[in-house]
């Protein structure tokens, strides 16, 4: 039986929804069907938005032959029997368009493969992908391709594609349980026709129940491909709503990740390095509270645990900001990997042997609890050819302005010595 999503599968680009900043009049793909040239082509998007949909009507209109592989069940044998196959189209005088759904997923030879086949003509290549194709392709692959984004599906759009599907199921669907399915397909549109079709075995004479449509819908995850886009999107949202003291949004971010099913272990970890990065000295407070909450939920697991982690966002977004320490660390970090292998003063050597001391090892050197205040403050901590670098300025946050006001003053004597 031909499922739903590919019985309603458009077949012109007026019948695609969504997408159309790609479809519409003058946008590039009726622009590539208008003039017939069709070229190389990365399709970046999430699950269900098309990709495969319209690459099919790309070939079909440009009347060219198209080719289908997949990355997850292909290899480079399957890679040559196509090119092989697209010579035998050449010799017909056809035109080849290679369709590789999931291209992301072929390894670095794998895509090299084609390089030289598009480089001659022989293949036209469109790949899918739901990865970033910056990160997930060759560079030399990017460089002969264009790279179109398709978008999640609207809910106006994947209301049109319901009432079609509705129409061809002969379903009877109040408007609260079209917006239950709509919501849980999450601008995926294979989504919402498989939980359609699905619904048809559970109706009686068309009529659906509220309780078969939440069976269908329960336990539908919001997307969030882990290592993937989404992933490092989401956590990026955290990361930025921490650093903004914006907790309420922070929590948000947090739980649709672990919601989705992200390891609790890994926000742990992120949220201990923003109280690193974005608090700092401002609040030392904030390390501990984001350790402590980290063994709590390693001690306590999900869903109780959860909620330490909860308080550690909470309180890391909220607590005040400084990223002098970060700031600090990355200049010094840089002169360390920069400037070579400069010696250490003498006078900050240590000399636990006689020879070393004749050769006038710890020379000079001033024990700073002999001094007033406990300071040195003619005491030279760097090497001889850097002269004194200043790379902590601690911010007006926090306990930071007691800690900026004790430096400033070492640092004012220091220099007037």
Not at 80 to 94: F, T
Not at 282 to 290: E, G, H, I, Q
Not at 334 to 359: C, F, I, W, Y
Request: net charge neutral; aromatic share 6%; charged share 25%.
């Amino acid at each position: 039986m031909q499922p739903l999503a590919d019985k309603l599968r458009p077949k012109f680009l007026d019948d695609v929804v969504g997408q159309q900043h790609l479809t519409d009049n003058n946008r590039p793909f009726a622009k590539v069907i208008e003039n017939n040239h069709l070229h190389s082509m990365i399709l970046w998007g999430p699950p269900g938005t098309g990709k495969t949909t319209l690459a099919r009507i790309l070939c079909e209109q440009s009347k060219v032959r198209q080719i289908n592989l997949s990355a997850i069940l292909s290899g480079v044998a399957d890679i040559r029997k196509a090119v092989k196959q697209a010579e035998e189209n050449r010799d017909m005088g056809m035109t080849t368009v290679l369709f590789v759904d999931e291209i992301h997923r072929f390894n670095k030879s794998q895509q090299d493969a084609f390089l030289p086949h598009m480089e001659t003509g022989l293949i036209t290549l469109i790949g899918a992908t739901t990865e970033n194709p910056s990160f997930a392709l060759n560079n030399a692959l990017l460089s002969r391709s264009r790279v179109y984004i398709l978008k999640s599906i609207k809910a106006d759009d994947l209301r049109k594609l319901l009432e079609k599907g509705i129409q061809e199921t002969e379903l009877q669907l109040t408007t609260e349980q079209q917006n239950q399915l709509i919501q849980a397909a999450d601008g995926d549109a294979r989504r919402l026709l498989t939980q359609l079709e699905i619904l048809s075995d559970y109706s009686v004479d068309g009529v659906v129940k509220d309780e078969d449509v939440s069976l269908i819908i329960s336990g539908q995850a919001t997307r969030f491909d882990n290592k993937g886009d989404v992933f490092y999107e989401q956590i990026s949202a955290l990361h930025k709503c921490v650093r903004s003291s914006n907790p309420d949004a922070a929590l948000y971010w947090m739980n649709r990740m672990l919601s989705a099913g992200c390891d609790a272990q890994y926000i742990a970890r992120r949220l201990l390095r923003m109280a690193s990065e974005e608090v700092g000295n401002a609040d030392p407070r904030a390390l501990t509270l984001c350790l402590d909450a980290w063994e709590t939920w390693r001690r306590l697991g999900s869903p109780e645990g959860d909620l330490a982690l909860a308080q550690a966002a909470v309180y890391v977004a909220s607590c005040p900001k400084s990223n002098a320490v970060y700031s600090a660390h990355n200049e010094s970090l840089a002169d360390a990997k920069n400037l070579g292998s400069l010696d250490v003063p003498m006078h900050l050597r240590n000399a636990p042997t006689g020879l070393m001391k004749e050769q006038g090892f710890g020379d000079g050197y001033q024990y700073d609890h002999d001094s007033d205040d406990s300071v040195a403050y003619t005491q030279k901590g760097f090497p001889d050819k850097m002269g004194e670098k200043v790379y902590y300025q601690p911010k007006q946050a926090g306990l930071e302005i007691k800690i900026a006001k004790k430096l400033n003053m070492i640092r004012t004597k220091r220099n007037a010595k």
